[in-house]
């Protein structure tokens, strides 16, 4: 990520007030173990949010994950639900 608050290793950082419906602003979380070479919209399983993600390729392998901006779920989070996203992309 660049700048911002990092939710990889500090997911209780400062929140993002909710302020109502469609007032939520976007903030696009990733985490890479290296540059993708393309990156292939995707949604998370892992409970039935289904919330966007966009996965990072490179070399037919994942190296990267990455919040969908303009998902009415997650507004580009990766929830602390996720915070081990090195068992989901390449080991370095």
């Known amino acids: 990520m660049d700048g911002g ?3 990889i290793t500090d997911i209780w ?3 993002t007030p909710y302020a109502g419906e469609g007032r939520w602003p976007a903030r696009v979380d990733e985490r890479t173990v290296e540059p993708p070479e393309r990156w292939v919209q995707s949604a998370c399983v892992l409970c039935s949010n289904g919330c966007g993600l966009d996965v990072g390729v490179k070399a037919g392998q994942i ?4 919040g969908r ?3 009415i779920a997650n ?3 990766l929830v602390p639900l996720h915070r081990d996203y090195d068992s989901l ?4």
Request: glycine content about 20%; aromatic content about 0%; charged content about 45%.
């Open 75 to 77: 507004r580009g989070r």
């Open 69 to 71: 901006g303009v998902d």
């Open 5 to 7: 608050d990092n939710r």
């Open 13 to 15: 950082a400062d929140r």
């Open 63 to 66: 190296v990267g994950v990455r």
């Open 89 to 92: 992309v390449k080991s370095g």
